[in-house]
């Protein structure tokens, strides 16, 4: 114990004495708790079923961990859906697993999404947007966050928001359609939007995307990549969840009129035609619910799943026999799919039909491993590979 906390102080004696003059001064603080306990001990992790050569161990516990955001000195942001708090964790002493929680705030409506952008945390409501400032100087005591923007519909139906910058500084922000299956006359329903970072500019940036809870950033050609979710109450098998990829604002990705790129709905898709909207770079599982995605850019995997995309797949609700649970895999090359395979599974039993985690988000660490958060288990898993 005396060691640990000497290494501790020796971590923060260095992030506060860096030679960056602008590196954030971190602080232990008040309001932290442990970030692991027993309880997760108590998670049957040897049920994951992994490629041979990695590991899955748990990083943190966060009560209905959902979407995550890394800051450069490695303060790790996760938002929350089904409560109303925003969290920070830290590993303290270079082991790889977290040691201290904040709660950065309560009483928020869906927090889910959090970003992270020159020494700020932006936090997405369902109707808002807003920002701590400095936040890694005074995660004990953050205080009143500022409202960057607050125009935002305030539906609660597909309201929670998955929130990301971009490569052009922008804060991309979606909006999900407020129904399972409908028209919209307002273009910001089904939609990408994105803000600059004082909240001026707010513009649709993708249409047609009924709810997607995850994008990324291609590391090579700057696309942007997203999952969204397919409708329900079209059968077990149909319509599929999708990957899609935007190469250029104003594109229509094809809700309510079209899913999965060939499949007419049953209430729309009389009104247009499939061929005039952009088709999925890959159909994934039906009902699959897809999140999270990442490119994988570290060094710690095989070279084959260098710039692959790992998605998590929090898994279905509206299918009578389950499926998803999952982390995924879709290859790339030259910007199309090469194929869509399961990389980690086990949080369902196929058989009793009963999980016991959800995958939300997932995250490359700087060392090359990967983060996947879990809002029904309530961690975020570390996964990694030695061979």
């Known amino acids: 114990m005396k060691g640990s906390k000497i290494i501790a102080a020796f971590v923060l004696f260095m992030a ?4 960056n003059s602008d590196a954030p001064v971190l602080v232990d603080g008040e309001n932290s708790s442990p970030a692991i306990t027993e309880a997760s001990s108590r998670l049957p992790l040897n049920t994951i079923k992994l490629p041979q050569g990695f590991e899955i161990s748990v990083y943190a516990e966060v009560d209905n961990a959902r979407s995550m955001a890394l800051s450069p000195s490695g303060t790790l942001f996760v938002g929350n859906r089904a409560g109303d708090k925003v969290y920070a964790v830290r590993d303290m002493d270079g082991d790889f697993k977290a040691d201290k929680r904040w709660i950065l705030a309560s009483g928020l409506n869906m927090p889910n999404g959090v970003a992270f952008k020159n020494g700020d945390l932006y936090v997405a409501e369902v109707s808002r947007i807003l920002k701590f400032a400095g936040i890694e100087s005074k995660l004990g005591n953050p205080g009143t966050p500022t409202v960057v923007f607050d125009k935002y519909p305030t539906e609660t139906h597909h309201g929670w928001k998955y929130i990301a910058f971009g490569p052009d500084g922008k804060l991309y922000v979606p909006v999900g359609a407020p129904c399972n299956i409908c028209e919209s006359k307002d273009a910001v329903y ?5 803000i600059n970072t004082d909240g001026s500019g707010m513009e649709v940036y993708a249409n047609g995307i009924r709810n997607t809870v995850g ?33 250029q604002a104003g594109m229509h990705f094809g809700y309510p009129y079209c899913h999965g790129g060939t499949i007419k709905d049953t209430e729309f898709g009389n009104k247009r035609a499939c061929s005039e909207f952009t088709v999925p770079v890959q159909n994934l599982g039906p009902h699959v619910a897809p999140l999270g995605l990442k490119f994988y850019t ?3 995997f095989p070279s084959q799943y260098s710039n692959q995309v ?6 279905s609700w ?4 389950k499926i998803g649970y999952r982390v995924s895999l879709v290859g790339v090359a030259n ?17 009793a039909q009963k999980a016991w985690g959800r995958p939300v988000d997932v995250l490359v660490m700087p ?15 570390r996964i990694t590979y030695s061979g």
Request: charged share 20%.
């Open 16 to 19: 506060c004495s860096s030679s």
């Open 190 to 194: 089904a939609s990408i939007t994105r």
């Open 215 to 247: 994008f990324t950033w291609h590391p090579q050609t700057n696309e942007m990549w997203f999952t969204d979710n397919g409708r329900d109450m079209m059968g077990d098998d149909i319509p599929p969840c999708e990957l899609n990829k935007i190469t």
């Open 298 to 300: 570290g060094s710690m």
């Open 310 to 315: 790992f998605i998590a797949e929090h898994g």
């Open 318 to 321: 509206n299918r009578s026999k």
């Open 335 to 351: 910007g199309a799919s090469t194929g869509y395979s399961t990389f980690a599974s086990g949080w369902l039993d196929d058989e």
């Open 367 to 381: 060392d090359g491993s990967m983060l996947v958060s879990d809002d029904m288990a309530g961690v975020i898993y």
